[in-house]
C-alpha cells in the first residue's frame, strides 16, 4: 500500500482511531478493535490510574506489539491536569514496550454536560506539551483559526469534533471542517459524534486524514460488526475522495451515447 497515514513521521495503514472505552467487556473490546482494522488506539491515562470499574487491566488487555497507543487526556479540566495526565500516559506507553511513544491526545474539558473542549486551556496545555517533547493531537470544536494556531504552533494534527462526544449526531459541523481540512498542513482527524458507517465514509469523502470512533462501535448492539463496518467505511470513503468525483449538475446527463444507436 502506497496510501499510508503519516503522523509525525510514523506511518499507518488504517485511517481509523479506536477508543477503549464503554465496552461491555475487554474481550468485545479487542475483538472489536481487531474487525476494525484500527492500528492506533487511544487510551484514557486517567481512568488507567485512578482504576475506574472497566479500565483496570487496559494494558493488558490489547497485545501493544500490534497496536500503537495514543494516550489521551481525558478527564482534564485545564492545562495544568492535562500536562499531567499526559506524562502519566508517556510513562503507560513506556510499561507495554513503547519506549519511543511521546504521543499524546490532548482533551481539556471544563465541563460534564456539553463536554466541548475548552480553547484556552488546548492552547495551554499544548505549547506546554511541545516544549517537553510531545507529539500533540488536540481535540477540538471545529474552529479554523484555532485549529491554525494549534498547527502553527507544532501540533502533529488537528482532530474537530463532528458533533459532541458520543451523541451520534453526525456531522453537524461539517461545513467549518472542510474549511479546516482545506488549509491544514497537518492531517486532520474527525473525532466525535460519529453514529454510522455512511458518516464516517461522508468524513473521509470530504478529505479527513483519519477518523477516531469510539462509542459508535463500543455501544453498537454488535461491536465486532459495527467495528467492521467503520473500517469499511472509512477506507470506502478515503478511496472516494481520491478518485475524482463528478460534479453536480442541474440536468440529467445520459450515460449511453446519443448517436450511432439503433434507428438514428
Not at 474552529?143 to 459532541?164: I, K, N, Q
Not at 466525535?192 to 478529505?207: H, Q, T, V
Request: charged share 15%; with cysteine; hydrophobic share 45%.
Amino acid at each position: 500500500m502506497t496510501d499510508l497515514l503519516e503522523i509525525a513521521g510514523r506511518q499507518f495503514r488504517s485511517r481509523l482511531m479506536t477508543g477503549t472505552g464503554k465496552y461491555k467487556d475487554f474481550s468485545v473490546m479487542g475483538e472489536a478493535i481487531t474487525a476494525s482494522g484500527s492500528e492506533i488506539v487511544t487510551v484514557a491515562v486517567r481512568r488507567v490510574q485512578t482504576s475506574v470499574p472497566g479500565h483496570g487491566g487496559l494494558g493488558e488487555a490489547l497485545d501493544w506489539n500490534k497496536f500503537w497507543m495514543l494516550p489521551n487526556t481525558a478527564g482534564a479540566t485545564n492545562a495544568e491536569e492535562a500536562v499531567r495526565f499526559a506524562k502519566f500516559g508517556r510513562e503507560l506507553a513506556k510499561m507495554v514496550g513503547q519506549e519511543d511513544n511521546n504521543w499524546v491526545k490532548l482533551e481539556v474539558i471544563p465541563e460534564t454536560k456539553y463536554l466541548l473542549p475548552d480553547p484556552i486551556g488546548t492552547c495551554e496545555a499544548a505549547e506546554a506539551l511541545i516544549k517537553l517533547g510531545f507529539t500533540v493531537l488536540p481535540y477540538i470544536n471545529a474552529d479554523f483559526h484555532l485549529a491554525r494556531r494549534l498547527w502553527e504552533m507544532g501540533c502533529a494534527t488537528v482532530m474537530p469534533l463532528g458533533s459532541p462526544i458520543g451523541s451520534g449526531q453526525g456531522l453537524q459541523n461539517a461545513a467549518a471542517i472542510q474549511m479546516i481540512i482545506a488549509e491544514s498542513p497537518v492531517p486532520v482527524v474527525v473525532d466525535a459524534g460519529i453514529r454510522l458507517p455512511s458518516e464516517a465514509c461522508r468524513a473521509m469523502e470530504m478529505g479527513a486524514a483519519a477518523l477516531l470512533v469510539n462509542t459508535a462501535i463500543a455501544q453498537a448492539q454488535d461491536p465486532v460488526a459495527m467495528g467492521y463496518a467503520m473500517g469499511l467505511a472509512c477506507q470506502a470513503g478515503r478511496s472516494a475522495a481520491q478518485s475524482g468525483a463528478i460534479p453536480i449538475k442541474a440536468y440529467a446527463s445520459a450515460s449511453s451515447p446519443l448517436t450511432g444507436i439503433i434507428g438514428s
